[in-house]
């Protein structure tokens, strides 16, 4: 992950909610597409 980027977990499954720690590929779960920043607005 690069400096200055923080993950949200939305797996359910982190030990650091809210944040994301990983496991959510231990637990199989698909949807890890990274959102996109609007700088525009
Ligand atoms: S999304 Fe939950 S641990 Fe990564």
Redesign the pocket.
Known sequence: MKNGTI????????TTKPF??????E?G?QG?ERAVRDADT
């Open positions: 993950a949200l977990c939305r797996c359910g499954g982190s994301c720690d990983g496991r959510h590929s637990r779960f890890a």
